[in-house]
């Protein structure tokens, strides 16, 4: 089964912010921004939208092997 790198990852990562109009975030605390998170207990990688200087809100997950 091909898994994801984490090439893969940030390469999706960018064009799914692209594609949203967002912007990648520049620090923990940049609100409105979108940052990639690797979160081994998930197996994987998520997409997470900053909404306030102490949390992150978890808009998507992305699994660590690819789908067939």
């Avoid at 949203?20 to 409105?32: E, H, K, L, M």
């Amino acid at each position: 089964m091909d898994r994801y790198s984490r090439k893969d990852a940030e390469m999706a990562f960018d064009r799914l912010v692209k594609a949203i109009g967002g912007r990648v975030a520049t620090s923990y605390n940049d609100v409105g921004a979108y940052r990639l998170d690797y979160a081994g207990c998930y197996g994987g990688f998520n997409v997470e939208r900053i909404i306030n200087e102490q949390a992150e809100l978890p808009i998507h997950s992305a699994t660590a092997q690819k789908r067939p």
